[in-house]
């Protein structure tokens, strides 16, 4: 089951987004991306049911390997995804999914249909989700197939790209 977390729980990673993340960690932004294109950043860390924001694992820029430990009857892991949606100066909506496969439970609970829009005004809005990490060791793929509508623009952007993660 994968929870998107209610506004109120959320309130310290807006706060800290809001804030250029300076509770912690940095938002990921890419280079190399010409003003005003849409595009989405993410951040992933791991811990257990209380605190599944406790240990940095990976993050989109500067890229790094995804490597976090299975879940264990005994000791079970959490994994907290921040994504985050960068506006392109007009208002930008972003839809399509995200497939979290290394999430516990049935593939269909492990996608995410964001229907995010990020305001003319604003430069960014974020998203988390959290769960139960699988406990079997292996590769899994976090998939992101987006679309962003920028408002104005002749045509959408195609966001596309998979991120390996690796649980041990």
């Given at each position: ?27 990921p ?32 820029d ?6 976090m ?36 439970g ?63």
């Amino acid at each position: 089951m994968v929870v998107a977390m209610p506004s109120r729980l959320l309130f310290v990673p807006i706060l800290c987004a809001g804030l250029s993340l300076s509770c912690e960690h940095r938002v990921p932004e890419p280079r190399g991306i010409t003003p005003g294109t849409p595009h989405v950043s993410w951040i992933v860390m791991s811990g257990d049911r209380d605190s599944p924001d406790r240990e940095f694992i990976c993050q989109s820029d500067p890229r790094n390997e995804c490597v976090m430990p299975a879940s264990k009857p005994d000791q079970q892991t959490f994994a907290d995804v921040h994504v985050y949606y960068h506006g392109a100066g007009a208002e930008t909506k972003y839809t399509g999914s995200i497939q979290i496969s290394f999430f516990e439970g049935s593939p269909g609970s492990q996608v995410v249909r964001p229907n995010i829009t990020v305001a003319k005004n604003e430069s960014i809005t974020n998203q988390s989700f959290v769960n139960r990490l699988s406990s079997n060791p292996g590769t899994y793929a976090m998939r992101f197939e987006l679309v962003a509508a920028v408002t104005g623009a002749e045509k959408n952007h195609a966001i596309r790209f998979d991120v390996p993660v690796h649980l041990e």
